[in-house]
C-alpha cells in the first residue's frame, strides 16, 4: 500500500469515526466515549501525515508508534460502546474492522523500519 492511499484510509476512517458519534445517545457516559473516540479516530490520520513528513528514521518510527497507540485506543472506544451496550454490534462493525487493519499495517510499517520484528 502506497503512501497517498494509507492517508486517504486513514482521514477516512477519522470522518467515519465523527459521522459514528453524531448518533450517540446525548448522555453523559456516550459524551466522555465521544470525546476520547473523536481524539483517538481523528489522531490516527493526523499523526499518520505528521510520520510522512519524518526527519529520520527513529522519528518515523517514534511518530508511526503513536499512529499505533491511536489506532489501538480507537479500538478500545469502539469496543467499549458495543459492550456499554450503546450502539449495536453491527453498527461499528465495519470500523472495528478497519482500525485493526489499520493498526496491522502501521505495525508492520514500523517493525519493517526497524528492520525486525518486535
Not at 62 to 89: F, N, P
Amino acid at each position: 500500500m502506497d503512501k497517498e492511499e494509507l492517508q486517504r484510509r486513514t482521514k477516512r476512517f477519522g470522518l467515519d469515526v465523527i459521522a459514528l458519534i453524531r448518533n450517540l445517545p446525548s448522555d453523559a457516559a456516550s459524551a466522555h466515549i465521544a470525546r476520547q473516540l473523536v481524539r483517538s479516530g481523528t489522531g490516527v490520520g493526523a499523526n499518520y501525515r505528521h510520520a510522512c513528513r519524518a526527519k529520520s528514521k527513529a522519528d518515523f518510527i517514534s511518530k508511526m508508534s503513536t499512529v499505533e497507540e491511536e489506532a489501538d485506543e480507537s479500538l478500545y472506544w469502539l469496543q467499549v460502546l458495543v459492550d456499554g451496550r450503546l450502539v449495536a454490534q453491527k453498527a461499528v462493525d465495519a470500523l472495528l474492522d478497519e482500525a485493526e487493519q489499520l493498526l496491522r499495517i502501521v505495525v508492520a510499517s514500523i517493525n519493517t523500519a526497524r528492520g525486525g520484528s518486535r
